[in-house]
């Protein structure tokens, strides 16, 4: 503990962590995970979440289920108390809104005794994204102006329920049962009991919000059977009413593209970012594993001669988003912009690296239809004589020789200077390989050799072939790659980009 928090008091963020999808938290929520010294996370939040913590936080698991038997609420009170010592922050994290169905209220009442300061920061209760996330709407001014979240739980325990059956069943509006999943026949029974009309629509949305998310409708009277045929379980929402009876078009979710897919993104951090956020936008959900870290080189003797004499090419040729990045960082760097390039013509190998291109305000004189470094030299050949033209490539150190190969056999003088390299992540594969070997995992995608490379010095192809993985490649030139390494390749993308790759799998679900 520094000295500084020596004197502090501690402080216990109680956070909802949302119905499941880890961007489905709050700012708020997010937030404190990151300034927690200590993370006390229920089973139900997604450990994703975690990915906002500090690399050095505690983190403590506490299983879902507590109660007699099993992990009391005791143990967690006292696991709190342990871990709320002086100058540190604790977040406690649970499912959806700590304080519906969460049991907040034994646990502030423990802080509040022991006098420890504290924030509730509310969540996405499981109620409204199950609702969202299946095209259910809750309340509708022509068929529901109330909503009712009720507990499921307490139906077996006839004696002492405070659930008012009768009050229920004449509610005029939409029943939304947390917990209902073991007792639902009864639940359904005691409402019908009650004077419910045994045709009234009810849903339940089991793990919403999640890329297994699924919906069984039925009519009351049959919606435990329904369920049953459909093995739908826990953890599960069921809507009685009106509002359940929803229109199927509106469920947007599951009708995504890549619903239901899992992705693995291999790329460098940034790149599986922006990898990450377009299978999200297709309804897939993607795992994010970086295998390598871009690391310029644009401090070289060679770089900087080369930028020295930049005038004297004829052709400047970018393969990558990343080449242009770490190129315009390090002109910049020098004082200098995008006159620079002054009468040479410049290539990009694909449309992304040309649109990256013309952020730094520089168009691409050239663009092939494939894109390839072999097509870009073919279809460049093509287009003009190169002979005794100077033609500089920027690229990484890694890159394969058949773009200078093709151009120098067309007589072109070719000067070929790295100006980035890719050095592995060392991320930590360990859950990675759980994750493919219990096939959770429905895609793993490489959208380079290098990256393919550093994966498989990790984990063994043998691991992915005989999981129930398939494998997606960008191109042919990491296609080949991968099958060097002994993979098994399901599918290249017939248009060389992420995007191309999300539509070529696409295309094969
Ligand atoms: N505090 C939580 C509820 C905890 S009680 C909240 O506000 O959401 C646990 C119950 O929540 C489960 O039995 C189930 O009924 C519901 N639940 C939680 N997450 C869910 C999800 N992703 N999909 C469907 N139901 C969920």
Not at 106 to 116: C, F, N, P, S, T
């Amino acid at each position: 503990m520094s000295a500084e928090s020596k004197n502090k008091k501690p402080f216990v963020y109680l956070v909802g962590a949302g119905p499941g999808r880890a961007d489905l938290i709050t700012v708020r929520g997010a937030n404190a995970i990151a300034a927690a010294d200590c993370i006390i996370a229920d089973k139900l939040a997604n450990p994703a979440l975690l990915k906002f913590a500090r690399p050095d936080a505690e983190i403590v698991p506490v299983p879902k289920r507590i109660g007699p038997g099993s992990f009391t609420q005791d143990a967690v009170n006292r696991i709190l108390l342990e871990k709320a010592a002086p100058g540190r922050i604790v977040v406690r994290l649970k499912g959806g809104d700590p304080c519906i169905f969460g049991r907040a209220g034994e646990e502030l009442a423990v802080l509040k005794e022991h006098g420890i300061e504290f924030e509730i920061v509310p969540g996405i209760t499981a109620a409204v994204a199950a609702g969202a996330y299946a095209g259910i709407i809750l309340t509708d001014r022509d068929y529901a102006s109330q909503i009712a979240f009720i507990t499921g739980h307490e139906a077996e325990e006839k004696e002492q329920s405070a659930i008012n059956w009768k009050a229920l069943a004449d509610f005029a509006g939409t029943l939304v049962f947390y917990m209902g999943m073991s007792n639902l026949a009864e639940i359904a029974d005691r409402l019908i009991q009650n004077g419910l009309t045994p045709d009234t629509p009810a849903a339940v949305i089991q793990s919403a919000t999640f890329p297994g998310q699924r919906i069984a409708m039925a009519p009351l009277s049959d919606i435990d059977n329904r369920c049953k045929a459909e093995k739908i379980g826990p953890p599960a929402i069921v809507v009685i009413g009106r509002a359940a009876d929803a229109d199927n078009a509106l469920n947007w979710f599951m009708r995504k593209p890549l619903f239901g897919k899992t992705i693995l993104v291999t790329r460098d951090v940034p790149g599986n970012a922006a990898f990450a956020a377009k299978i999200i936008r297709r309804g897939g959900s993607p795992v994010e594993f970086a295998t390598i870290k871009i690391r310029p080189l644009t401090d070289s003797a060679e770089f900087i001669k080369t930028l020295a004499q930049f005038s004297k090419y004829h052709w400047i040729i970018f393969t990558s988003v990343n080449g242009v990045t770490t190129f315009f960082d390090a002109l910049y760097a020098l004082g200098k912009d995008a006159r620079a390039f002054a009468s040479a013509k410049v290539a990009a190998i694909g449309s992304r690296t040309a649109a990256h291109l013309a952020d730094f305000g520089i168009k691409a004189d050239f663009v092939p239809t494939v894109f390839t470094g072999r097509q870009l030299a073919a279809q460049l050949i093509a287009r003009e004589n190169l002979q005794d033209k100077r033609i500089l490539l920027l690229r990484s150190r890694l890159a394969s020789s058949d773009l200078p190969d093709v151009l120098r056999e067309a007589a072109a003088e070719v000067a070929d200077v790295p100006i980035y390299t890719a050095d592995p992540a060392n991320a930590d594969p360990a859950p990675l390989f759980e994750q493919i070997t219990t096939g959770r995992i429905n895609w793993l995608t490489f959208a380079s050799p290098s990256s393919a490379r550093i994966f498989f010095e990790q984990i063994s192809p043998e691991t992915v072939n005989a999981s129930k993985a398939l494998v997606a490649s960008v191109g042919p030139v990491t296609t080949d790659c991968l099958e060097g390494l002994g993979v098994r390749v399901d599918l290249t993308a017939a248009e060389h980009t992420i995007d191309g790759l999300l539509d070529a799998i696409e295309g094969a679900c």
